[in-house]
């Protein structure tokens, strides 16, 4: 089982940044996933924001987010970063990291191929 812990979100002012970090909980590589990033809004169907391909050929930016967030691996750190700047009044949500196990998928792949998902950070924006 890969076990998957988000850490980052917290709450800034609109246009303000924020810096998510998707982790597996006992430290091990996350190079041979793909890993994408989610959030969901109350009320709203969660969305895939981003993703990078376990190969790092492929990167995917929801357009909403395209210029703003940027999606890269940390090899020292065995984490996937989600930085987010010039944050906006539609991006509060429960932020979430999920992985695909099968490393010959390329980004966009959508809810239903990721087997793995963490709990959830919240990214509140004021202002």
């Known amino acids: 089982q890969v076990q998957l812990v988000e850490s980052g979100g917290g709450s800034v002012q609109t246009g303000g940044s924020l810096t998510l970090s998707c982790a597996e909980i006992?430290?091990?590589?996350?190079?041979?996933?793909?890993i994408g990033w989610f959030r969901q809004a109350p009320g709203k169907a969660r969305e895939e924001i981003s993703c990078i391909s376990a190969s790092d050929f492929t990167k995917y930016y929801r357009e909403s987010v395209k210029g703003r967030f940027t999606i890269y691996r940390d090899n020292d750190k065995k984490t996937v970063e989600l930085q987010m700047d010039n944050l906006e009044p539609d991006d509060p949500a429960v932020y979430y990291c999920?992985?695909?196990?099968?490393?010959?998928?390329?980004?966009?792949?959508?809810?239903?191929?990721?087997?793995?998902w963490g709990k959830g950070t919240q990214v509140t924006v004021s202002g």
């Open positions: 006992d430290g091990l590589k996350l190079g041979y996933y793909a």
């Open positions: 999920a992985a695909d196990t099968f490393a010959a998928r390329e980004c966009p792949l959508g809810y239903a191929e990721y087997d793995y």
